[in-house]
Structures are given as structure tokens and as C-alpha cells.
Nanobody
């Protein structure tokens, strides 16, 4: 079955950086787009970025120029490089994949941006 395991979250000061990883298994990773979402306390889950199977990327406007999504098909892993972090980036970040109309999610990793 599809498994997604996120890692790399933590506490960082404003202006700092973090790199999140999403290790995938149970499907042919190279064939599918990978997505990152986040959910802040008391807010709805928000789409953050997508990396397509061909490497093309898209971002929500609020993270453009600060976040970079990428993938390593040899390692079946997707990444989210986050720089110039702001307190409003604080959230649980989760990766997701859609296969056959069904989306699977990891457990998420907490990112807290605070001084």
C-alpha cells in the first residue's frame, strides 16, 4: 500500500531555513506528481506546492521565491526546501499523492517559526 513518511520539521527562527523530506513507497514514484500541503492551527489545510512527474513545479503565491519543491526518483523522495521562513509558515506540513482518484497522505511534520 501507499506509504508517505515526512521528516525534517522543527523549530526555527524567522528568516531561517528547513528542508522537509517525504519518503514514499508502495507505488511507482516516478510516475506521479507529489504535493505538499500545510495546516496551521485553527485553519483549513492549504496546498503549498506540486512537483509533476516531469519535474515541473507550481507554488501557492505566499511561498513563491522562498520555497522550492523537488524530487529524487532514485530515492522515491520528495523535498520541500523552505527559506526566509515567517511565523505565518507555522503549520503541520504533509505530503500527498493522488493515484486513481484517491489521495494518500503522510502523518505530517511540524514546522514552527518563532523567535
Amino acid at each position: 500500500q501507499v506509504q508517505l513518511v515526512e521528516s525534517g520539521g522543527g523549530l526555527v527562527q524567522p528568516g531561517g531555513s528547513l528542508r522537509l523530506s517525504c519518503a514514499a513507497s508502495g507505488f511507482r514514484f516516478s510516475l506521479y506528481a507529489m504535493l505538499w500541503y500545510r495546516q496551521a492551527p485553527g485553519k483549513q489545510r492549504e496546498w503549498v506546492a506540486t512537483v509533476a512527474d516531469d519535474g515541473g513545479t507550481k507554488y501557492v503565491d505566499s511561498v513563491k521565491g522562498r520555497f522550492t519543491i523537488s524530487r529524487d526518483n532514485n530515492k522515491s523522495t520528495a523535498y520541500l526546501e523552505m527559506t526566509s521562513l515567517k511565523p505565518e509558515d507555522t503549520a503541520v506540513y504533509s505530503c500527498s499523492v493522488g493515484i486513481g482518484g484517491r489521495y494518500s497522505w503522510g502523518q505530517g511534520t511540524q514546522v514552527t517559526v518563532s523567535s
